[in-house]
DNA sequence: GATTTTTGATACCTAATGTATCAAAAATAT
DNA sequence: ATATTTTTGATACATTAGGTATCAAAAATC
């Protein structure tokens, strides 16, 4: 007889990406300790490594739980035609999760997660977009389009945060969709 | 009486720098250990810290070495015009420094290091094109094409390396720099 | 050839990762 | 409610990698 999901666990994993997100804000990953994650989250050290293997492994969670919907939001974007409003509809979404995205994008970890964003991301992009006609060769049809969206939203979260949401919108749709669908 | 720069001093350091140079190629940095450079570089391990504080440092320099060139291929591109010409001046740059750029680009650093390049390349050009208007507000100015640049370098040598390098210089004026002459 | 500097080997210290154990607490089952 | 199972936190500890200290030998400079 399979057991119900404990909430002790579920409780503590929480804590433990809750407790990095909050640490990435003001330091770069690879500075953060498993000590300071365990302070932070309020939990004993071994059971951190009862749930994870290295901080690494809590890094690609959070990310996956974050980026997940991101590519939700930025898919449809990557489509032919309404690009503009995909923008729209991406920008506003990460203006509404804010302060995660600020963690992870420009972070001292921001390099390394935005590359595996844009990795993880394009492997889905690339599955999903398999029936229509990519106008760039090869993977460089979704790669593109990712690296320069997150290197964006990267400046303006980082940078100019106080930019208006439909501006940087905007921005995109002209740098990016535009000149790909003119290829 | 300034003495003369030790032979013995320049030939450790390019040592240590061919060595991480070699394992990044098959290994991410964060998994690169001080032992296996010293080891690869045939010197002791005190001998590696009397010249680096760490292997971050090392990166730095290695990184600094390739990519103070490739900016100098890379910069008169950003400019307003002959930007056709400043791709393919890059991309033949690049093509024949291959092995580096692939190992710098691809390798599992690449995340980190191409963030630390477009960030440092970045205040070069910002500087050196503060008297040309930008179109662009603020460092998205140099940011936004060198991030793109950078990720159509990676995809091209770590993808599909055999792509001809003018079609590469291509891809690259037209879907970077024609839109931002346009914006 | 004498002097200075760098080097490699060895040993060692330190900091951080990761594991083992066990009694207490929390969730679940009866 | 009570018994059982699972998770937890504390402590202690093993391991690994970073980094330093020392010193005789080798290499460069004078």
């Given amino acids: 007889m399979s057991r119900q999901p404990d909430p002790r666990n579920q409780r503590t994993r929480s804590a433990v990406k809750a407790a990095l997100v909050d640490l990435l804000a003001s330091q770069p990953f690879d500075q953060v300790l498993v000590r300071d994650i365990v302070a932070r989250a309020g939990i004993g050290n071994a059971t951190f490594f009862r749930h994870y293997r290295d901080k690494a492994q809590v890094l690609e969670e959070v990310a996956q739980d974050f980026f997940e919907q991101a590519s939700g939001a930025m898919l449809p974007a990557l489509g ?12 506003r979404f990460v203006d509404k999760h804010r302060v995660v995205y600020t963690a992870l994008l420009t972070g001292g970890a921001g390099g390394q997660i935005r590359a595996d964003f844009v990795e993880k991301t394009a492997e889905q992009a690339f599955a999903l977009a398999a029936d229509q006609p990519l106008r760039l ?4 049809a979704v790669i593109y389009p990712l690296s320069a969206i997150v290197a964006i939203l990267a400046w303006w979260l980082g940078e100019v945060p106080e930019t208006p949401t439909d501006e940087v919108a905007e ?6 969709f535009k000149p790909m669908s003119e290829y």
Avoid at 171 to 176: E, F, G, M
């Fill in 171 to 176: 921005l995109i749709a002209r740098l990016v």
């Fill in 80 to 91: 032919d035609r309404h690009s503009d409003l995909g923008a729209r509809h991406l920008c």
């Fill in 137 to 140: 060769p090869g993977r460089l």
